[in-house]
């Protein structure tokens, strides 16, 4: 099983920073296979990134992801309000699909 | 517009059967492509996918509950079921149901707000 490490465990940031979020692999699961998501409390999760750098319907351009082999990241270029929350990872290139434990986008 | 919604008991007691019901619209587990997952996130820990239903009736489970998990679906092509025998205080989790489409990839591209259930007497 492909074991998702994020990094930082919470980041502290203002309003108009940048955030950067890693995700490493354990192992090479196929650079294309890589998704991350938003998670506000009491809601459903929301599909921000798949295949590594795209974005899903909907999703503002100040997200974007990339990386290859075992390193992606997921960068917030310009914090909103609304994007306080927790992110998390996910790979679908080997069997089973793991996730990460998340990143936790606080404001500071 | 596509919505989930995830019902069933907040609380169980060991040895119990776990049902959780997925209810879904704006897409039908008929179409061609469609799968309906379910994930679990205990708390403090990483989510983890439990199993899939697909458009053509295979189902996938993972390895680790393969004896005691089992999804099914209605005949309405608008409702996915997880029943999970000998409920136990380690399956205490938030469960969501959540969508993949087989042609595009397994990544989850609609969530429900996922269902508290504690395992407990």
């Known amino acids: 099983e492909i074991v998702l490490t994020q990094s930082p465990g919470t980041v502290s940031l203002s309003p108009g920073e940048r955030a950067t979020l890693h995700c490493r692999a354990s192992r090479s699961f196929g650079t294309t296979y890589l998704a991350w998501y938003q998670h506000r409390p009491g809601q459903a999760p929301r599909l921000l990134i798949h295949g590594t750098t795209s974005r899903a319907p909907g999703i503002p351009d100040r997200f974007s992801g990339s990386g290859s082999g075992t390193d992606f990241t997921l960068t917030i270029s310009r914090l909103e309000p609304e994007d306080f929350a927790m992110y998390f990872c996910q790979q679908y290139g080997n069997s089973p699909r793991t996730f990460g434990q998340g990143t936790r986008v606080d404001i500071k | 517009q596509v919505t989930m919604r995830e019902s069933g008991p907040a609380l169980v007691r060991p040895t119990e059967t776990l049902t959780l019901t997925c209810t879904f619209s704006?897409?039908?587990?008929?179409?061609?492509?469609?799968?309906v997952n379910w994930v679990r996130q205990p708390p403090g820990k990483a989510l983890e996918w439990l199993g899939r239903i697909d458009w053509d009736g295979a189902k996938y489970y993972t390895t680790s509950l393969k004896s005691r998990l089992s999804l099914s679906t209605d005949t309405s092509g608008t409702q996915v079921v997880l029943t999970m025998i000998n409920m136990d205080p380690a399956d205490t989790a938030t469960y969501f149901c959540a969508r993949t489409h087989a042609l595009v990839g397994d990544f989850f591209d609609y969530w429900g707000q996922g269902a508290q259930v504690a395992v407990s007497s």
């Open positions: 704006g897409f039908s587990l008929k179409s061609t492509g469609m799968c």
